[in-house]
T-cell receptor, first 112, second 114 residues
């Protein structure tokens, strides 16, 4: 069965610094991969998704993620953090006929 | 304005009580989902439905029940058999429930036990 691991339940960066949120998946079949963002007490909003078209995927709010099959990774990055990026981020994967599986989330704090 | 609505925003349950969480969508999506979110646990699938009058259990269905009588509605009942119901409940929908589809989420209902 598909599983998703997000390294680091909490990440803290300074405003203007690089944001790097890590996601690794386990699957014998290259999955479809998603990053969602959740602001406090709200639902999830899609940031970007990988569907095997291009390995570098650009999303909303300046975020992007790179699919690396050799590393089974799909890390999320943003060159310069903004205070409004503070939220919880979830990586999710869907492989074959399986349902969408979520990682446990990474809470991003942005310090002024 | 298309989207998913969940009500109420907060819900309080007494011991032995069944409570029902509402989820409505006007996106004309065939598939709907219920997830439970606990701190540090991510989202876990409770039930999903890909068509009216049909639904399947997810990973943590025990103590929950659903119905899908209308395409736009997918209510979740938390029964008294669910011994630890305190959580944030999220409803989602997708066009057909297939692969690669984005799931669109409602704003959530927070259930608390009195």
């Amino acid at each position: 069965a598909q599983s998703v691991t997000q390294l680091g339940s909490h990440v803290s960066v300074s405003e203007g610094a690089l944001v790097l949120l890590r996601c690794n998946y386990s699957s014998s079949v290259p999955p479809y991969l998603f990053w969602y963002v959740q602001y406090p007490n709200q639902g999830l909003q899609l940031l970007l998704k990988y569907t095997s078209a291009a390995t570098l995927v650009k999303g909303i709010n300046g975020f992007e993620a790179e699919f690396k099959k050799s590393e089974t990774s799909f890390h999320l990055t943003k060159p310069s953090a903004h205070m409004s990026d503070a939220a919880e981020y979830f990586c999710a994967a869907q492989g074959g006929s399986e349902k969408l599986v979520f990682g446990k989330g990474t809470k991003l704090t942005v310090n002024p | 304005d298309g989207g998913i609505t969940q009500s109420p925003k907060y819900l309080f349950r007494k011991e032995g009580q069944n409570v029902t969480l509402s989820c409505e969508q006007n996106l004309n999506h065939d598939a709907m989902y219920w997830y439970r979110q606990d701190p540090g646990q991510g989202l876990r699938l409770i039930y999903y439905s890909q068509i009216v009058n049909d639904f399947q259990k997810g990973d943590i269905a025990e103590g929950y029940s659903v119905s899908r009588e209308k395409k736009e509605s997918f209510p979740l009942t938390v029964t008294s058999a669910q011994k630890n119901p305190t959580a944030f409940y999220l409803c989602a929908s997708s066009p057909m429930g297939g692969h690669v589809e984005t799931q669109y989420f409602g704003p959530g209902t927070r259930l608390l036990v009195l």
